[in-house]
């Protein structure tokens, strides 16, 4: 191979690779081999096909870290970087997209939407999840982040017939494309201090600066913007609910999870690269973000009817735990940021999940008394969602629990008391608001007769979930082993 | 079978549990015999404890420990001394008698019902064995899944309200008693360059005097939640009022004793400079004597049976706090033994009233009058629980009480001048209730018919009553197990407590 594609490019590369063929084929076999609506079930097949390859080259990537045992394979002149940190995300979207994938055949039908796009679209958001972990350049960062937004605007939108879901693609795609300019601009700052657009040439080039500088400040105001918004955090958290109401429950999970799992791998990339001689500029301005996405987030959440809704608004406060773990700063808090974002990927697509089966012909599901009488209808359902809000409120033996845990204790090890104090009354907030579905699913009255909508593929998915929010919660230890390696440089 | 007996006596709930789930729902009985077996078998492996538990032994025994969090130095590590074997003895006992307790008055749902039960039945004995705060910490939040559902689905009419307020302001407090752990946490990782949570190894610590005392507050408000303490106590009428009878007795009978029993095993001796402190000390005393003559004095005004005796309870957990914080021998067992007085009494007290709620479905006192005439062998059981309640000699309510007031006699005379008070109300609002609802004539026509107590129904109260006897008769043993514990307590909080009485002893002589 050339110097422009080494064999090592195409090593690292391979995982992305994978994800964008199988997300073209399937475009092309849609229309030229299964014309016939309901072959589609073969995307799905097609689908996990990519993802197996995808999760073989993680793998093989995986091994070659241990075996060799050194912290990174770079790629590309250093455009592109396998380390734990990298290849931790990647498992992570790589399981959230499978689940999603898994549930939406049942889904989509019921909607009356279902489309093959629809798959391709999940394998090119993935693909651009993957450079969003593994880029250490402001351009690939950007595309990789501009790929997953445009695959999600479309996705979003997808319900064509629904105005609800047209509204919410608008309103994403104009603020999306908005906070985008902004990181350009922001982006554009870093490249005119450094000369170079490397993650590590930028950082080198902002050391030598004082934080002060007010090129340095406008540089870190405006990729604050445009990455604070990525992650739905106040003050511009407004396009989330919308967002999250109108898509299709499957493109709601699958958006709540993984794009921000995505978007905090990229913001700690910035924040912990090029950013962190900058520290003090920006540490009391997150913390103070961190305390209004959890205020707007908690307080909001506590008069949504609409479960959608509701867990949107959550999804908001969660961004706020998560980001107390970047101010903190330390070991702890960064370890304490992967271990959230992989509980809460758990557990919120869980309680995705439970709202997916909710929706059957004719019955959206959505609202917090479409679950009225749940545990006399099916108990199974009812008891997998209670694991899930517990879990989402942090409550031990559950899963949710550590990652408030980690949060925490790395709050407390860097002396920010006053934020562990307000963190920690919010899960009491929280519980609330949560206990609110549950105080729906025990009541007896049953107002809906038509049974639930499963398939084998969400009986799995919420199994999968299920089960790995109670593992995690009771023997978390190769869990937690798994983050710590993540770090590791 | 010692070095697992403690496992054994934790998961035997958990397993009745897991075969329960394969108990089709609709055949209550084999699920209500079934749930029955279970809570006397969790009885029964109790037992060895109590009669192979060394009193002459200091430290803990039955210790068992296993890894299991290593990244974070969390253990599984159990192990008991005097003070939480006998709250392990209580809380089996009154997992079998709210079990027997329920066959009648639960009729819907009866498999989630028991499910709950023994959920919380293994949270509760978990609270008592961990010496692992991680561990302590887990088994704590899970009682409160069990009981939210124990109110919030069998409980009265504004039961969802009672259960969601229960579950707030107990998840509050313990929140923030996780920050208190998570400093004393790091600050063992600062000192000692490790990670643990084990008791015996937090207890090296050394905090500068201002965070430790932050951290007593932290742990403070967990507690004084849990107890309740004045003025945490507002959730508790609610929950007691609404719970059903089963869950009313256990949350009387051991979740509250969960909060005294916080403050023995963790803030006197993880935090011993602020736990003597003399500010620190005189409000928790102050809040203590408000908690025994307010309790007493609402009790005075109540209407409704329930709600009476649920703020009885503030007045006697009162009594325990109070004792605790006299920080002497006296105090400390007294209010050890006084816990579990309170469970006995005050378990029988809302399983008398339980039993009457099942026939009449009321609990407003003015709907009753005369009731011993119709019930005799009910009023003599009702009598005996009352008085034990009040503090009659000869039954154990005296006993612990006495031990207390001459607990906070010795720490300070004022305390105990009040705190009596509180002794003289709570004979005033217990008989005047007695009198009220059984003495008389019947006035009321719907309590001409009903039927006395049944076999059942006695076979709950007899085996609480034998106890109430035995604590009030001979109380020797209870103390001679408390003993070593509280000599160990009041040594770590007040270094050279003992050889300044000796030497006090030897002045006089």
Known sequence: MSQFYTTTD????????????????????????????KDRKWLTMFLLAGEAFCGYGLWRQHSFLISNGIGEITAFQGSLTMDGFALFFNWIFL???????????????????????????ILFAQCGMFFLAAGTDLVTLFIGLELMALCFYVMVGFLRGERRSNEAAMKYLLLGAFSSGFLAYGFSIMYGVSGSTKLSDVAAAFAARDPWDPMILLAVATT?????????????????????????????????????????????????????????????????????????????????????????????????????????????????????VMVYTFMNLGA?????????????????????GLMHKSPGYAMLMLVFLLSLAGIPPTAGFLGKYYIFLSLIETGHYTLAVIGTLYVAVAIYYYFRIVKSMFIPEQFEPAPLSTSLGLRLALGVTGALTLVIGIYPEPFLRMAQTSLMR | MDQHLLSIILFTPLAGLAVLLFIPGSSKNVIRIWANVVAFAGFLVSLPLATRFDKGASGFQFV????????????????????SMLLIMLTTVFGFIAALSSWNAVEERVKEYYAMFMLLQTGMIGVFLALDFFLFYVFWELVLVPMYFIIGVWGGPRKLYAAIKFFLYTLAGSVLMLLGILALYFQYHAQFGAY?????????????????????WAFFVGFAIKVPMFPFHTWLPDAHVEAPTAGSVILAAVLLK???????????????????????????????????????????????????IAYSSVSHLGFCTLGIFALNPNGIAGSVLQQINHGISTGMLFLVIGVMYERRHTREISEYGGIAHVMPKYAIVFAIAMLSSAGLPLLNGFVGEFTILQGAFEANRVWAAFAVSGVILGAAYLLWLYQRVMLGQV??????????????????????????LWIGVYPKPYFDILEKPVQQLVERVKPGYYQGQAALKAGVR
């Not at chain 1, 995705?352 to 009225?372: N, P, Q, S, T, Y």
């Open chain 1, 352 to 372: 995705f999940l439970v709202v997916v089966a909710m929706r059957r012909k004719g019955i959206a599901g959505e609202d917090v008394d479409d679950l009225a």
């Open chain 2, 443 to 468: 006035t009321n026509g719907k309590n001409l018919r009903l039927p006395d107590l049944s076999a059942r129904e006695m076979a709950v109260f007899l085996p609480l009553i034998a106890w109430a």
């Open chain 2, 196 to 216: 643990t949570f084990e008791i015996a190894n937090l207890m090296k610590v050394v905090l500068e005097p201002g965070m430790e005392r932050w951290v007593f």
């Open chain 1, 224 to 340: 604050s913007v445009g990455l604070l918004f990525k992650i739905s955090a106040a003050p511009f958290h407004m396009w989330a609910p919308d967002a999250y109401e109108g898509a299709p429950t499957t493109v709601t999970a699958y958006l709540s999870v993984a794009s921000k799992a995505a978007s905090f791998a990229f913001l700690l990339r910035i924040f912990m690269g090029p950013l962190s001689t900058s520290r003090p500029v920006w540490e009391p301005l997150l913390a103070a973000v961190a305390i209004a996405t959890m205020t707007f987030g908690n307080l909001a959440a506590i008069s949504q009817n609409n479960i959608k809704r509701l867990l949107a608004y959550s999804s908001i406060s969660h961004a706020g735990y998560m980001l107390l773990g970047l101010i903190a700063g330390n070991r702890t808090g960064l370890n304490g940021v992967a271990v959230y």
């Open chain 1, 95 to 121: 399981i959230a997209t499978v689940v999603v994938a898994i549930v939406s055949y049942n889904y989509l039908e019921i909607e009356g939407e279902h489309h093959g796009e629809y798959y391709a679209l």
């Open chain 1, 10 to 37: 195409h090593f690292v590369l391979a995982p992305a690779l994978m994800l964008a063929l199988f997300g073209c084929a399937i475009l092309l076999f849609d229309f030229l081999l299964f014309p016939n609506p």
């Open chain 2, 258 to 308: 969960m909060g005294t029993y916080g403050f023995l095993r963790f803030s006197l001796p993880l935090l011993p400079r602020a736990s003597n402190d003399v500010e620190i000390v005189r409000i928790l005393a102050i809040l203590s004597i408000v908690g025994i003559i307010y309790g007493a004095l609402v009790c005075l005004m109540q209407k409704d049976w329930k709600k009476l």
């Open chain 2, 64 to 83: 068992e420990r296993a890894e299991w969090i290593p990244s974070l130095g969390v253990q599984y590590l159990i192990g008991v001394d005097g003070i």
